[in-house]
């Protein structure tokens, strides 16, 4: 079975086929950096907290673990998993 892989801070994600069905009001197509994670990061009911810049303003946003998709690059370091 394919496991997710885990989400920590630091982490560039995007929003997953799920996360971009729904209305936002920030392009669909943009990169988020994670900023909090509530859970272990890897279940569907973890709550992570993004960050994103619209302008020139910073906004967060809390999304489940199901409607993002990881990138694998941390901010904070180099590639977790390629």
């Excluded at 279940?43 to 694998?72: D, M, P």
Aim: glycine share 8%; proline share 2%; net charge positive.
């Amino acid at each position: 079975m394919k496991v997710r892989p885990q989400i920590r801070s630091g982490d560039v994600v995007k929003l997953s086929k799920k996360g971009r069905a729904y209305n936002r009001t920030f392009p669909k197509n943009s990169t988020l950096v994670v900023s909090c994670v509530d859970g272990d990061g890897i279940e569907r009911a973890s709550i992570i907290t993004c960050r994103i810049i619209i302008g020139n303003t910073v906004e967060q946003h809390k999304f489940y673990r199901s409607e993002l998709w990881a990138t694998g690059v941390n901010v904070f370091g180099a590639a977790q998993f390629i």
